[in-house]
């Protein structure tokens, strides 16, 4: 995972991506015993282009010059499956403004906080 981790932060040392925080299960395993998931969420602030569309595109392209590999709707780096998602709701986007740097490993990341991991786990209400 550490190398997953060094290539979404050479995007935002780069500028393609603000910031992105972990969230889903790894991100709850920095604080509970682990669990069994298949992807890394990494959660970003998208900015609508031309006709309000959000693309991943730009996003996609830089992972993929750093070895990664597009399969579905996730990059896979070191055979880490990356997914990019959208903050998409006042929960989500307070959640990534406020989350938790740590390392995993040697590596610096950033990771939703366990109040908000747990509050975005219950919330049922619909996107705005």
Avoid at 101 to 126: K, M, N
Wanted: charged share 20%.
């Amino acid at each position: 995972m550490e190398k997953a981790l060094i290539c979404l932060n050479d995007i935002v040392n780069e500028g393609v991506i603000g910031q992105y925080a972990i969230g889903g299960a790894i991100g709850a395993s920095f604080y509970i015993e682990a669990v069994n998931t298949e992807d890394i969420d990494a959660f970003v602030f998208m900015t609508p282009g031309a006709g309000g569309i959000i693309t991943l595109g730009p996003i996609y392209e830089a992972l993929k010059v750093r070895g990664g590999i597009v399969k579905d709707e996730h990059v896979v780096i070191d055979n880490w499956p990356i997914q990019i998602l959208p903050a998409h709701k006042p929960l989500v986007e307070d959640a990534l403004r406020e989350a938790v740097s740590t390392t995993f490993g040697t590596v610096p990341t950033r990771v939703f906080s366990a109040e908000y991991i747990c509050a975005i786990a219950l919330d049922r209400t619909p996107a705005d």
